[in-house]
């Protein structure tokens, strides 16, 4: 008996233990899910770079900025706290921050900035996301010292989908302008001429190896004799920002015995014929993996990556192969390469779409101190002919939330005013100058959205990295030239688009993105370079709520910062 009776209650046993097993794999994620809090404290700080010692802003005292490192699943609370002599936002790059634009960051679009003495609470949910992100600050030029690495790892038990790497390393990339960036932004709004370019570009907060008093590389990086180029490698571009399908990460393996791997990165500039080289060396052991977690910092351009130079024995070191400043074929191809690891399902059929351009424009003006800009007219950016205004006495996202007239209108047009040869280098003339607003474009929720992002030739082609905040999009198709629906459709790449959050707009060509209309709010759409932005080249989406709770904004935090009137 004593065996007929054991027999059931050891199969209850089991099924039990079975079944709480089986439970606790859905519970775990959010068990071991944490809340996480910072304190950043953005203030002054006394930093000596290209032989001047010269005063910026930074948080905590650091340059980069603090990294942030979360998992999947985490609730993360950074309380800002402003001692700096400018206003300050900061803006978490690549976070969807559903239903949540309080926590997004630009200046007078979802928030009014922080005042000097003043403070403010950024409180998010990591929710669906990994990889490598950052965050910056969103108000002025800020961003140009105020930035850091944001790193989200997948929850716990959760791999990479690829082998765990021996080594990584975080890469930011910024600029460095011998002058108070806000100063130089200051000087090109008086004067409307268009800013100055930077004097250097920063790995890690550090000018490069070859350039005056630079002879302290970054903290993650020491000198050796012992060092390889990348074709001594395999790198492979795993991730770009935000989702599985896009971090801006590159894995490689080292093939040889050495220890040292020598990295390069030039400016891809597009206007302005300059290139400056900065290189740095990490270490590398032989025969393992190592992840570079790559972000690009800088402030008005796009930067090309490349290795393998030797070290700094010798009087010339020979540089790899780098594409050219203005090679944009080759920026355009690599970035048309990425895909997602499998097919996904693309959104349709299309139920709101925008066409619009993106470019420069000129402003006429009386002639003197105040209308430098070329042929005596001050410098600016549109979208489809808009140049986009941001209001000061009030956030956009509180103004639509709160129902406060006056502050914007929603009547941005999804298509250009006038249809002309877009890429033509011989635009006219009455086709320069643009209008200033604030115009937003309304959106239903759950409307499924497609944006054409169309560069012009007034004044001059650029490449222009677009992006959307509050949202992930696919990137169906890009190309050189004017956009034309019926020609390019064989383009669209509708079984594994890339996922991202920014694309770069090809020189004298265009991008087409979709998403679907799921996370309400007041979205700002712009040229991610912040020349362009000042310029005007910006606009935002006004995504209505939906019918349900839990598909409307949610509502403003208490310690939301008040603007000044």
Same mark, same amino acid.
């Given at each position: 008996?004593?065996?007929?009776?054991?027999?059931?209650?050891?199969?209850?046993?089991?099924?039990?233990?079975?079944?709480?097993?089986?439970?606790?794999?859905?519970?775990?994620?959010?068990?071991?899910?944490?809340?996480?809090?910072?304190?950043?404290?953005?203030?002054?700080?006394?930093?000596?770079?290209?032989?001047?010692?010269?005063?910026?802003?930074?948080?905590?005292?650091?340059?980069?900025?603090?990294?942030?490192?979360?998992?999947?699943?985490?609730?993360?609370?950074?309380?800002?706290?402003?001692?700096?002599?400018?206003?300050?936002?900061?803006?978490?790059?690549?976070?969807?921050?559903?239903?949540?634009?309080? %926590?997004?960051?630009?200046?007078?679009?979802?928030?009014?900035?922080?005042?000097?003495?003043?403070?403010?609470?950024?409180?998010?949910?990591?929710?669906?996301?990994?990889?490598?992100?950052?965050?910056?600050?969103?108000?002025?030029?800020?961003?140009?010292?105020?930035?850091?690495?944001?790193?989200?790892?997948?929850?716990?038990?959760?791999?990479?989908?690829?082998?765990?790497?021996?080594?990584?390393?975080?890469?930011?990339?910024?600029?460095?302008?011998?002058?108070?960036?806000?100063?130089?932004?200051?000087?090109?709004?008086?004067?409307?001429?268009?800013?100055?370019?930077?004097? %250097?570009?920063?790995?890690?907060?550090?000018?490069?190896?070859?350039?005056?008093?630079?002879?302290?590389?970054?903290?993650?990086?020491?000198?050796?004799?012992?060092?390889?180029?990348?074709?001594?490698?395999?790198?492979?571009?795993?991730?770009?920002?935000?989702?599985?399908?896009?971090?801006?990460?590159?894995?490689?393996?080292?093939?040889?015995?050495?220890?040292?791997?020598?990295?390069?990165?030039?400016?891809?500039?597009?206007?302005? %014929?300059?290139?400056?080289?900065?290189?740095?060396?990490?270490?590398?052991?032989?025969?393992?993996?190592?992840?570079?977690?790559?972000?690009?910092?800088? /402030?008005?351009?796009?930067?090309?990556?490349?290795?393998?130079?030797?070290?700094?024995?010798?009087?010339?070191?020979? &540089?790899?192969?780098?594409?050219?400043? +203005?090679?944009?074929?080759?920026?355009?191809?690599?970035?048309?390469?990425?895909?997602?690891?499998?097919?996904?399902?693309?959104?349709?059929?299309?139920?709101?779409?925008?066409?619009?351009?993106?470019?420069?424009?000129?402003?006429?003006?009386?002639?003197?101190?105040?209308?430098?800009?070329?042929?005596?007219?001050?410098?600016?950016?549109?979208?489809? +002919?808009?140049?986009?205004? &941001?209001?000061?006495?009030?956030?956009?996202?509180?103004?639509?939330?709160?129902?406060?007239?006056?502050?914007?209108?929603?009547?941005?047009?999804?298509?250009?005013?006038?249809?002309?040869?877009?890429?033509?280098?011989?635009?006219?003339? %009455?086709?320069?100058?643009?209008?200033?607003?604030?115009?937003?474009?309304?959106?239903?929720?759950?409307?499924?959205?497609?944006?054409?992002?169309?560069?012009?030739?007034?004044?001059?082609?650029?490449?222009?990295?677009?992006?959307?905040?509050?949202?992930?999009?696919?990137?169906?198709?890009?190309?050189?030239?004017?956009?034309?629906?019926?020609?390019?459709?064989?383009?669209?790449?509708?079984?594994?688009?890339?996922?991202?959050?920014?694309?770069?707009?090809?020189?004298?060509?265009?991008?087409?993105?979709?998403?679907?209309?799921? +996370?309400?709010?007041?979205? &700002?759409?712009?040229?991610?370079?912040?020349?362009?932005?000042?310029?005007? &080249?910006? /606009?935002?989406?006004?995504?209505?709520?939906?019918?349900?709770?839990?598909?409307?904004? /949610?509502?403003?935090?208490?310690?939301?910062?008040?603007?000044?009137?």
């Amino acid at each position: 008996m004593a065996t007929t009776t054991r027999g059931p209650v050891t199969m209850r046993l089991c099924f039990f233990s079975a079944a709480a097993l089986f439970l606790l794999c859905f519970l775990l994620p959010a068990a071991v899910a944490e809340e996480r809090f910072y304190e950043f404290v953005v203030q002054e700080t006394l930093v000596k770079r290209l032989c001047n010692t010269q005063k910026i802003i930074t948080v905590n005292g650091q340059f980069p900025g603090p990294t942030i490192e979360v998992y999947d699943g985490d609730t993360v609370a950074i309380r800002a706290v402003n001692m700096a002599r400018y206003n300050v936002t900061l803006h978490w790059h690549g976070l969807r921050q559903l239903r949540n634009g309080w %926590a997004d960051g630009p200046e007078f679009v979802t928030q009014c900035p922080i005042r000097p003495g003043g403070s403010y609470t950024y409180r998010f949910a990591i929710q669906g996301q990994e990889g490598t992100l950052w965050w910056h600050a969103h108000s002025s030029w800020l961003r140009a010292t105020v930035h850091g690495a944001l790193l989200i790892r997948p929850r716990p038990g959760v791999p990479y989908p690829f082998p765990k790497p021996h080594s990584e390393f975080p890469i930011i990339l910024a600029e460095w302008w011998r002058r108070d960036p806000i100063a130089v932004l200051r000087q090109s709004m008086i004067t409307g001429a268009p800013p100055n370019v930077s004097d %250097a570009i920063l790995i890690n907060g550090q000018p490069g190896d070859f350039l005056e008093c630079s002879a302290q590389v970054p903290d993650l990086v020491k000198p050796t004799k012992a060092t390889f180029g990348l074709e001594k490698s395999i790198p492979t571009v795993v991730y770009s920002i935000g989702r599985r399908d896009e971090r801006c990460i590159v894995l490689f393996r080292c093939l040889q015995r050495d220890k040292m791997k020598r990295q390069r990165f030039s400016r891809l500039l597009t206007m302005h %014929a300059v290139a400056v080289t900065e290189t740095s060396i990490i270490p590398v052991a032989a025969g393992e993996t190592t992840l570079l977690r790559i972000i690009n910092a800088a /402030m008005n351009t796009e930067l090309f990556y490349s290795g393998g130079n030797p070290g700094r024995a010798g009087p010339a070191p020979m &540089l790899p192969y780098l594409p050219a400043y +203005n090679d944009t074929n080759t920026a355009t191809a690599f970035s048309n390469s990425i895909r997602s690891p499998a097919p996904v399902k693309v959104p349709g059929p299309v139920t709101q779409e925008v066409f619009t351009t993106v470019g420069f424009g000129l402003f006429n003006c009386m002639p003197g101190p105040f209308c430098q800009g070329p042929n005596n007219t001050r410098f600016g950016a549109s979208m489809n +002919n808009v140049s986009f205004q &941001l209001p000061n006495t009030v956030s956009l996202l509180q103004a639509h939330y709160h129902h406060i007239p006056g502050v914007f209108t929603d009547d941005f047009p999804p298509m250009p005013p006038v249809f002309f040869d877009f890429t033509s280098q011989n635009v006219p003339r %009455a086709l320069w100058q643009p209008v200033k607003g604030t115009k937003l474009y309304r959106v239903r929720y759950g409307a499924v959205v497609q944006i054409v992002f169309q560069d012009t030739g007034i004044f001059a082609a650029e490449e222009h990295p677009m992006h959307i905040h509050g949202y992930h999009f696919y990137v169906l198709a890009t190309g050189f030239g004017n956009y034309d629906p019926v020609r390019d459709a064989h383009k669209f790449n509708l079984v594994d688009p890339p996922s991202r959050n920014t694309i770069g707009v090809p020189v004298g060509g265009w991008a087409v993105v979709r998403f679907v209309a799921d +996370n309400p709010g007041v979205w &700002l759409v712009h040229c991610h370079i912040d020349a362009h932005l000042t310029g005007g &080249l910006g /606009m935002a989406l006004l995504v209505e709520d939906g019918e349900a709770e839990l598909e409307a904004t /949610m509502a403003p935090p208490l310690d939301l910062p008040l603007c000044a009137l």
